[in-house]
């Protein structure tokens, strides 16, 4: 009874650096997405995707990019972090043909880039 | 500009009082949620309402969507200290059927 999983959980780089945020889902949703949380600002969306295979933009989109290989998992990938990417990032996925869209969260990542 | 806006941004209450929060927007949405988030941990979702005017309550909370479908409130009675959180509505733009807006929440400290 997991529902989405995020891992890591907390991560500091050093601008410039690369890396990639996973997450995990076993509820069997088509939909699945990576917003960014920040004081005073809520949450953004950054990419998401309604299948397999498929992704689109969100609101802040630039210097990240996703892949969605597989149903269950959906990645996140900064490929020269900045410190503007410093953030709360958080996985949400929902149910298929749901015209309501009810989101599982999962419990986040805490990003710090130096 | 924000597409759906909350109010008050911050509340601080005594235990035991009333209070109404607000999720307001100029667009028509299909459906609207609540989401309560505690500190370091990701969204929970507490209703969603879908028919303009429709209310629904989970025990001391009251959700209604507003009769245009641009507007939610939620009012939580005789608040406790368990209430305290971050209260995030959100909502499904009529025609946008993949993805939630988010307004910015509203930060809800019950002291005891």
């Known amino acids: 009874n997991a529902g989405v999983t995020q891992t890591p959980k907390f991560r500091v780089l050093k601008t410039g650096q690369s890396m990639t945020l996973l997450c995990a889902q076993d509820?069997?949703?088509?939909?699945m997405y990576w917003y960014r949380q920040d004081p005073g600002m809520g949450l953004r969306l950054i990419h998401y995707?309604?299948?397999?295979?498929?992704?689109a933009k969100g609101e802040v989109p630039d210097g990240y990019n996703v892949s969605r290989l597989k149903k269950q998992n959906f990645l996140l990938g900064l490929e020269s972090a900045a410190p503007s990417q410093t953030s709360v990032y958080f996985c949400?996925?929902?149910?298929?043909?749901?015209?309501?869209?009810?989101?599982?969260f999962g419990s986040g990542t805490r990003l710090t880039v130096v | 500009t924000q597409l759906l806006e909350q109010s008050p941004q911050f509340l601080s209450i005594q235990e035991g009082e009333n209070l109404t929060v607000y999720c307001n927007s100029s667009?028509?949405?299909?459906?609207l949620q609540w989401y309560r988030q505690e500190p370091g941990e990701g969204p929970v979702l507490l209703v969603t309402?879908?028919?303009?005017?429709e209310v629904k309550k989970l025990k001391r909370l009251t959700f209604q969507f507003g009769d245009a479908r641009k507007d939610s409130s939620l009012h939580i009675t005789a608040a406790q200290p368990g209430d305290t959180g971050l209260y995030l509505c959100?909502?499904?733009?009529?025609?946008?059927?993949?993805?939630?807006?988010f307004g910015k929440g509203i930060t809800l400290s019950v002291r005891p």
């Open positions: 949400a996925s929902s149910p298929p043909r749901d015209r309501r869209l009810r989101y599982t």
């Open positions: 959100a909502g499904v733009e009529t025609g946008a059927n993949s993805k939630l807006t």
């Open positions: 309402v879908v028919t303009g005017g």
């Open positions: 995707s309604v299948g397999e295979g498929t992704t």
């Open positions: 509820m069997n949703h088509e939909y």
């Open positions: 667009s028509v949405f299909s459906s």
